[in-house]
């Protein structure tokens, strides 16, 4: 167990629909960041949120969105969905901004759009 | 962006052998990890190396930052070690903890 807890570890959905990714960090990690991993993009940096607040913004699409909560959970939010959506995303985790000593994945949640 | 180059793409080994996967990058970084995804999916934190040298069992790596690679040494493989192999660089200045990933290294380790 990496200390990164992501929930669903999959899901299956239809295009058009909505869903929500849940990502709890490792303990004493205040920033969180979100990825996409497909076949033809690779990994791809979605967001970064440090303390509840949005630090960084990469390849995230208009239809995604994501918060950070007091509790420092975070969600990742989906919609309109398409097929080509359909990929592993993945949270991590890292203890601050300015000095990074090393990010921890958390085991990723593969969605499926059909 | 900053462009990262991992090779080989595909490595293919027998047990007990060693190898050495790069990763150049295109600017200068002060955020340097790799990382291993098993056949599962998991992604493992190998090493935090912006730069310099760092020895964990059997696993290694090497950054030198002023020319802009890093090394990753894997000795004695086992097939454990199979997977995906990532680099990952970042830059602090602008996109703070943002990572650049490569495109990987694909290591099989046959018994």
């Known amino acids: 167990d990496s200390g990164v807890t992501q929930t669903p570890k999959h899901l299956i959905t239809a295009t058009g629909q909505r869903v929500t990714l849940r990502c709890s960090p490792r303990s004493g990690d205040l920033s969180v960041y979100w990825y996409q991993q497909s076949l033809d993009q690779g990994l791809q940096f979605l967001i970064q949120y440090y303390n509840g607040e949005e630090r960084a913004k990469g390849n995230i699409l208009e239809r995604f969105s994501a918060q950070q909560f007091p509790d420092l959970h975070s969600e990742l939010n989906l919609s309109s969905l398409e097929l080509g959506d359909s990929a592993l995303y993945f949270c991590?985790?890292?203890?601050?901004?300015?000095?990074?000593?090393?990010?921890?994945f958390g085991s990723g949640t593969r969605l499926t759009v059909v | 962006g900053i462009q990262v180059e991992q090779s080989p793409p595909d490595l293919i080994l027998q047990e007990g052998a060693n190898s050495t996967l790069r990763c150049n990058f295109s600017d200068s970084v002060n955020n340097l990890q790799w990382f291993h995804q098993n056949p599962w999916g998991q992604l493992i934190n190998l090493f935090y190396i912006p730069s310099g040298t760092k020895q964990n069992g059997r696993l290694s790596a090497t950054t030198v930052a002023t020319e802009r690679y890093s090394l990753l040494y894997i000795s004695s493989s086992q097939t454990t070690d199979s997977g995906v192999y990532f680099c990952a660089v970042g830059r602090r200045g602008s996109t703070l903890g943002r990572l650049y990933f490569g495109r990987g290294t694909q290591l099989t380790v046959w018994p």
């Open positions: 991590a985790s890292s203890v601050g901004v300015d000095r990074d000593y090393g990010y921890t």
